[in-house]
């Protein structure tokens, strides 16, 4: 971090760009792009992939708010679909299928909380009608479908540095990752305002020749070199996060008020799980989260509302029903999980959870 001081450069410099080698190196990517967030990187990935006015792209009901808003920031419309009653959060191939207008340009898969959704058989359906796909995979660093890595199954994809992730930075930050030269240009020229070229020296004198209108989206080289020096465990912490999930998985497996633990769901190629974030499904969640709250216990509910029925969404998709991504948002919660935790604050957690029923 002193190197970054010493040099003067905070934005868009030396360490970004040793980041994004070492990111390209990590996942295999042709091309890993620095930006300022996970959300720029999906916006900003959705316009270098084409997508605009007029066109729909397919998404999940269930996910994070930004994978919908990224297409809308792209001037395009989201579709929702529901997700599968498999465990994997994820879009239900059926229901995309069921969502397919001659407008339809990309399904976008999002990769939740541990495990990749069912590429296999999206990728297969894109091909049937000659659909692309863009992947939300800001939560998905670590995680390889038959070896190859999230977000490089289909045109492209994002890795979101936001600090709870498992690479997370001391701020915000993301990464575009594509195997696809022409994205890759287009996106490198959409992130710094249209400026064509690798290097941006001159920001304030910047000229626009490329005839593209884009936005400032750099990455903090304060925020680089945190990310390099976590990326250098990332694997240790990742194994950490696994040892944790199963910690949790044997004592929280059958207990009273707990509905689902995180299943892997099997698939016809390796895919192991990389555990951002440790998600049951559980009777009476917003009483129990309030109940370990009040036991200094945090946790997170991801998602309490699906897209379709949120404000920006509702009065264009409200009507539609989605009962899995519904039934999701209602009973899902995440218990905490990050690698300094303990087996003893695990013992803790459960035994508050196991408290909450048996009080009734
Ligand atoms: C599924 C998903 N999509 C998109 C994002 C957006 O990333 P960021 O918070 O870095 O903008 C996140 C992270 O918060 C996410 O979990």
Redesign the pocket.
Known sequence: MGDVVDRGKYSHGRKVSELEQALAGYTGARHALGVN???DA?SILLRAAGIGPGDEVIVPAF??F??ASAVTMARATPVFADITADGDYALDPASVEAAITERTKAIMP?H?FSQLADMGALLELARKHGLMVLE?S??AIGMRWDGTHAGLLGSGGVL???PTKTLGALG?A?MILTDDDRIAEQASVLRHHGRMGKTIDHIAGISNLSGVSGTNSKMDDIQAAILMARLSRLDEDIARRRVLADAYTERLTGADGVLAVPRPVPRSVPSDPVFYVYLIEVEHRDALVAHLAARGIGTETYYPRTLHTQPAYAEEHGGRSHPRAEAASRRTVALPLYPDLTEAQIDTVCAAISDFYAEG
Do not use: I, P, R, Y
């Open positions: 967030s996970g959300t999906l996910t994070f930004a994978s999002v939740l939300d800001a939560e979101s540095f936001f915000d993301g």
